[in-house]
Structure formats: C-alpha cells, structure tokens
Nanobody
C-alpha cells in the first residue's frame, strides 16, 4: 500500500510563491498519474493539477492555469506543485493522490495523503 506525504505548505502573502512536495513510499510511483487537489473549509475538493507517469502531459484547472506548475522526479518518488502569484482564494489544504489512468476526474484518484495547509494572506 503506497503512502503519500505532502509538505511545503505555510503562510504566504498574496502575490507570493510556495512549492509543495508529495513523496511516495513504495516502488510503483513512476507507473501512476499523479494529481494535486485542494479543499477549503466548507467547499468541495477541487482537482487542480495532474501529471502523467512520465511527466510529459499535464492538466491544470482553470482557476490555477498560468500560476501553478506541476512536475515530478521519478528517481526521487516525488511530485511537486510550484505555486506563484498566490491569491487569498488559493487558501486550502492541498493533497496529492495517484491514478492508474490518465484522468481529470477526482473520483479516479486514490491513496490521498493527509495534506498540507496553504494560507494566503491578503
């Protein structure tokens, strides 16, 4: 059973940047598509970015397109989310998960980590 652990969250001013990391245990990291989602209090979880197993295909939600960059280093079993030009509405708990398929459907992802909190002050 793979375990995913997120890190890198924190408090940042609007307009600032953060880089989140998602590290996976186990040997099969490079076989899976990986995704980042976020959930703010009282709101539904939103899938914000997805990356293919090799890293050659990415997807971004419209809300983060042009500001966030997803990447991965399969040699380190780690995925990243570089977040720039942060806005107050980006405040949420960010979690990572995996999927065996190329998908942008949240329900197709599993093994969600516990998440890391990102707070953007305006």
């Amino acid at each position: 059973q793979v375990q995913l652990v997120e890190s890198g969250g924190g408090l940042v001013q609007a307009g600032g940047s953060l880089r989140l990391s998602c590290t996976a245990s186990g040997q099969s990291f490079s076989n899976y598509f990986m995704g980042w989602s976020r959930q703010a209090p009282g709101k539904e979880r939103e899938l914000v970015a997805v990356i293919s197993s090799s890293g050659d295909w990415t997807y971004y939600a419209e809300s983060v397109e042009g500001r966030f960059t997803i990447s991965r280093d399969n040699s380190k079993n780690t995925m990243y989310l570089q977040m720039s030009s942060l806005k107050a509405e980006d405040t949420a708990t960010y979690s990572c998960a995996q999927s065996p398929h190329g998908t942008i459907t949240l329900a197709h992802f599993f093994s969600w980590g516990r998440g890391t909190q990102v707070t953007v002050s305006s």
